[in-house]
C-alpha cells in the first residue's frame, strides 16, 4: 500500500509539474551580422538550468545547421553560455539554424535522458551597411561623410522621406550636404 501510494503523489507531483520548464534556452544571436573577410559568424546560446535535478555535467547543447549537428562549446564570457563559429560558404548570405540541448534528469534513482528545442532562426549577412558618421554635425550646405560598407553611385541618402544631395566618394563612403 505505501509503495501504490508513493507512485501516486509521483505522478501527482510530475502531473503538476508538465508546465514548467527544466530548461529555458535564449539566442543571443543577432538576426544580421556585417559582412566580414573570414566569413566566420559566432552564434551563441544561453542554458538557463531552473531544475535541481539536472545531472551535473550532462547539458550538452548542439546546433543544427543545414541537417548537421555541431557541438557548440563553453564560452568564456560567463556561465550557461556557448558558442559555435560557423563559416559561411561563398555565396551564401544567410543561414537557417535551430538549438538542441541534450541533458539528463535524476529521477527515482536512476537518470532518464531529455532534449529541449528552439525555434528555427534565421541570421542575414548584410554587404551594406553604414558604420558611422564622419562628424555629427555641421553647418547648413557642409558636406557630411558615411563612413561603411558596400555602397554604389546610385545610392541616394534621404533626410526627413526627402532625398538630400547625395555623392558616392568610394565604396566605403558616401557623402551628403
Known sequence: MRKLFFWIATLLTLSLLTGCETIK????????YPENPSRIYTITL???QNDKDIVSGSVKPYIIIDGQNHLMTKSRT????????????????????????????????????????SELTRVDVQSRYVLSLET???????????????????DAIYFDSQPIRTQYDSPTSLSFY
Open 25 to 32: 534556452l535564449t539566442n543571443l544571436t543577432p538576426t544580421s
Open 46 to 48: 544561453k542554458v538557463e
Open 78 to 117: 560567463g556561465p550557461g553560455l556557448y558558442e559555435y563559429d560557423y563559416h559561411l560558404p561563398n555565396g551564401r548570405t544567410a543561414l537557417a539554424y535551430y538549438f538542441i540541448v541534450k541533458y539528463e534528469i535524476s529521477f527515482i534513482e536512476r537518470n532518464e535522458p531529455r532534449e529541449v528545442y
Open 136 to 154: 555629427n554635425r555641421g553647418p547648413v550646405g557642409a558636406r557630411i561623410s558615411l563612413l561603411g560598407r558596400g555602397f554604389t553611385p546610385q
